[in-house]
């Protein structure tokens, strides 16, 4: 390092000092115009021109320092001992030797892969190795931290004094050995490494001013011809910057960074290089859509893609994406860039740069292992656009909580499926046609209910159909055209829900008139089955359902139950029209109340199970003491079929072909039993004995004794008080009656009237947290009352559970040797399933503020302390200024006692 940084310091010096005299030459010869130019350079402006005369001076001086090392290579000893010079043709190839001239030397280009090597180490920030790099337990130790920084600081030509002549000396041939040096100083205090943080920020070089540098400024001749090498530097700048401030909850390093920034040249930056990336033609939606069309067709070209991404990391739009989230982070530190960061509403370009990335920015906040806080920025993976709303509706109202009352337990354990599905609907945009039915999909669920219910009124009304058309009349029919072509007009000029309800009611209606009831039940049937098979389509294509293995598909409820639906329609239009009924059910799966009222019986159905099992046993058990004591009671009223009419009805009703022979042999048998019997036909209601066997007894009481409001008694033969046994049946039918009807029966009312109320409850509270508790740490919305930052604050920008996700798809797409700190340990919490890393019970905003209120707290105590010692020091004083007094009267006091007390002896001692 230290030969190729000496070796720099002379090129540069050489080179610097013949661009100076080829300035001074200029400005002799040609004056006038350049002496203006050059007074203009003097004040601290570089024009256009005057850097294109340093550009020239600079290759003039390069390509004769080149010629000379030539032509002293070329100098050997003759075979007469003299020495002879090699001439060459370098004259009339000055366009190679341009080239060759401007190569680094072996001791500058050699600092490459050795750069290279120390990044290596570091990988992983490997903590060991970066602190080794900055000391080691050796007699002479070096520090190749700060030693790097200085070689970056020589390279860039800072040491001359020329920061702003900082293009003169960044060209094709080094660009890449600076490169090298950013992405090293970064790998070096990445993870965090706070001490080589400090290192870099705090050293007595200007290496971080040549940094900001670097990410300011215009680094020209360089950007006119390669722009993409320039935005790579910048990249790289920017990341070295975000990296001395990882992770650290000081403002140390920021304030250094910010010593030497303009927060608007900062802003600008990304406003001119987000202006670069829209004069460019709006790259990135282009190649968005080129990457879903070729994604959709092969894995192979989602790899190709994902590579292509790779390359454009140095594109303006994610160059300036890290500027914007470096500003972001440094505005924590400065106010005046904060309001810098929000839309003024005068530059066009300018606004637009800051909304787009502030829409495509979030932020989350980590605990880490010793229970510190630490909050992240990261630019949001663009396959994050693709997850559905309908998606994030389901999981938002669904996801379960867990005994801390947070819900990131369930949320974490769905990341990999909504994953899956991104990728998913990222090359579903590539198929429009499947696309747009996918989007869709609630539309065509909508219209096959509705399709359902038309066809169960037509089939319920005019079952069974009649062949016969029916005539309407005329003024009803003007009316019915009127109305449907009054309708069509406006669902084709203002379309509306109700208008399109009305189109579709006139259409059947004079469909049902026009070609009769059948054939319009039939094409209904027809249109709801394409309907249904296009809502399934929409299914599978939203969940991905092709990509899916057999065992996944059939476990799946929502596609099995719309299965099921699509073969009940094709039931219906094939075998009967009755199956259509049974596709009303769909109402119970369609509310979500009505799926409590079915949950209230099946949740607790064991308890409803059970009840029911010990209410058979107990009829069990009066049927028994029934049948000993009360089988003469066992009288039920039976109403008889009178089976020779219904023969002669069904006779006379029989079609014109004679086919009524099930018919007749049915009714033929029943009137061979009642011969067989002895039964005759009664005119009136008739009484018969139910209680002749034990399984007749329990069927009676069964039926008659639980449909029943008063029990069992309400049927059985009313006895006389006379009877002997009249109490014991009284003691029976009210034991029965309290024990069966109102106990056992009330107690599976209750079990389902109490399980309703439950999911009533329960939807209540789960809607009442959603509202007022955070998603994430589970704080409820008081934590948050009196404070800076309000709930609604808190859970859109600091605990946004999307955010969350985004960043678990980051880490899971980004390429790991690219990973920060902060990353590299959430990656390998996910990989070990722990949710340590999620915040509980807590925010950084309320943990700021506490300790401010604690500071506070202390400077006032303190303040107070101040107080009291400065007054306890007052009074001292003047207690001692007191005592002072009091010392001196007494001395008076004595010497005039004296003076009046003339026996008293008095000499020179005395006194």
């Keep these: 390092m230290k030969e190729a940084e000496l070796e720099i310091k002379n090129t540069i010096t050489v080179n610097t000092s013949d661009t100076l005299s080829s300035k001074k030459s200029s400005e002799e010869t040609h004056g006038g115009s350049h002496g203006k130019n050059n007074r203009k350079a003097g004040n601290g402006m570089i024009t256009d021109e005057l850097r294109a005369q340093f550009d020239e001076s600079t290759s003039i001086t390069s390509r004769t320092m080149g010629q000379l090392r030539q032509t002293q290579g070329h100098i050997d000893d003759g075979e007469d001992g003299r020495n002879h010079i090699v001439h ?47 000391q080691q337990d050796n007699k002479t130790s070096y520090n190749l931290v700060c030693e790097t920084l200085q070689f970056l600081d020589c390279i860039c030509g800072s040491t001359t004094g020329g920061l702003g002549l900082l293009g003169l000396y960044i060209n094709v041939n080094n660009v890449g050995l600076i490169n090298q040096a950013l992405t090293s100083l970064t790998e070096y205090c990445q993870g965090p490494c706070h001490i080589n943080q400090n290192a870099i920020a705090m050293h007595e070089s200007n290496g971080i001013d040549i940094i900001i540098a670097l990410l300011l400024n215009d680094i020209n001749p360089l ?79 989602v790899e190709d893609d994902e590579e292509d991404d790779e390359e454009r990391e140095a594109s303006p739009k994610a160059v300036g994406h890290n500027i914007f989230i470096l500003a972001h982070q440094l505005s924590q530190h400065n106010k005046e860039l904060s309001e810098l960061l929000k839309p003024s509403g005068t530059d066009l370009y300018g606004d637009q740069a800051l909304e787009f990335y502030a829409k495509h920015t979030a932020q989350i906040e980590i605990a880490r292992m010793d229970r510190t806080m630490e909050r992240i920025v990261f630019p949001i993976p663009e396959i994050c656009e693709y997850v559905t709303e309908e998606t994030m509706v389901k999981v938002y109202q669904s996801a379960e909580r867990d005994e801390q009352g947070s819900k990131v337990a369930d949320f974490f354990d769905r990341h990999e499926d909504i994953l899956r599905e991104m990728q998913w609907q990222k090359k579903l945009r590539a198929n429009p046609l499947l696309f747009w039915f996918s989007s869709h999909m609630l539309l065509w669920g909508s219209m096959s209910f509705n399709f359902t219910v038309i066809i169960n009124l037509l089939v319920a009304l005019f079952y069974p159909f009649d062949d016969s058309k029916k005539e309407l009349d005329p003024r009803l029919s003007t009316l019915v055209w009127t109305a449907m072509l009054v309708s069509l007009a406006i669902v084709i000029t203002l379309p ?24 319009t039940l039939w094409l209904l049937g027809v249109l709801n089955v394409i309907n249904k098979a296009i809502f399934l389509t929409s299914l599978m294509g939203n969940r991905g359902t092709f990509t899916k293995p057999i065992r996944h598909i059939i476990t799946d409820f929502e596609f099995m139950y719309d299965s099921l639906y699509l073969t009940l329609c094709m039931l219906g239009l094939c075998v009967h029209e009755f199956f259509y009924s049974l596709l009303l059910l769909d109402v119970v799966y369609r509310e979500e109340t009505l799926v409590n009222v079915i949950r209230s019986v099946t949740r607790n159905g064991r308890s409803i199970i059970m009840t029911a099992v010990l209410a058979v046993i107990l009829i069990y058990l009066f049927s028994i003491i029934g049948f000993i004591f009360f089988q003469d009671d066992f009288l039920m009223e039976v109403e008889s079929l009178d089976i020779q009419q219904i023969a002669n009805d069904t006779t006379g009703s029989c079609p014109t072909d004679g086919n009524c022979s099930n018919t007749q042999s049915i009714v033929s048998q029943f009137l061979h039993m009642e011969q067989e019997t002895g039964i005759a036909q009664p005119d009136e209601e008739d009484k018969q004995r139910a209680c002749d066997s034990l399984i007749m007894c329990i069927l009676t009481s069964l039926n008659q004794g639980l449909r029943n409001g008063g029990g069992i008694g309400d049927v059985l033969r009313k006895p006389s008080s006379k009877e002997p046994l009249f109490v014991m049946r009284v003691v029976y039918d009210l034991l029965f009656f309290f024990i069966i009807i109102i106990i056992v029966l009330n107690l599976i009312f209750g079990v389902i009237i109490d399980t309703f109320a439950d999911l009533r409850s329960e939807k209540q509270q789960k809607e009442e947290i959603l509202k007022n508790s955070c ?14 930052v309000s709930f609604e604050e808190h859970v859109q920008s600091e605990h946004n559970m999307w955010h969350y996700l985004y960043f678990i798809v980051l880490v899971n797409v980004k390429d790991p040797t690219e990973f920060t700190g902060p990353e590299s340990y959430v990656y390998s919490m996910i990989k070990e399933k722990k949710l340590e890393w999620f915040p509980r019970m807590c925010a950084m905003s309320l943990t700021a503020e506490e300790s401010e209120g604690e500071t506070n707290e202390l400077r006032n105590l303190q303040a107070q302390l101040d107080g009291t010692n400065k007054l306890i020091q007052n009074l001292s004083s003047q207690l001692n200024d007191l005592k002072d007094q009091m010392t001196e009267q007494r001395k008076q006091k004595q010497r005039m006692g004296l003076l009046q007390n003339p026996t008293f002896p008095m000499n020179h001692q005395s006194l």
């Design 223 to 301: 950007g006119k011809q390669r722009m993409d090498l320039v935005l790579e530097l910048k990249n790289n700048a920017s990341k070295l910057l975000l990296a001395i401030m990882e992770s650290r909850h000081d403002s140390e390093n920021a304030e250094r960074i910010l010593y030497n920034m303009s927060p608007k040249q900062l802003v600008d930056s990304i406003k001119r290089v987000f202006k670069q990336e829209i004069l460019e033609g709006d790259i990135f939606y282009s190649l968005k859509v080129d990457v879903a069309k070729q994604a959709f067709h092969s894995e192979d070209a």
């Design 88 to 134: 060459d043709d370098a004259a009339d190839h000055r366009p190679t030797r341009e080239k060759e001239e401007k190569k680094l030397t072996a001791q500058i280009s050699m600092m490459q892969p050795i750069l290279r090597f120390l990044q290596l180490l570091c990988e992983n920030h490997n903590r060991d190795l970066q602190n080794n790099l900055r």
């Design 775 to 788: 998603f994430i740490c589970g704080l409820e919305r008081s934590a948050f009352d009196n404070r800076t």
């Design 496 to 519: 509306s829900p109700g208008v399109i309800r009305v189109l579709i009611l006139s259409t059947i209606l004079r469909l049902i008139f026009s070609v009769g009831l059948e054939p």
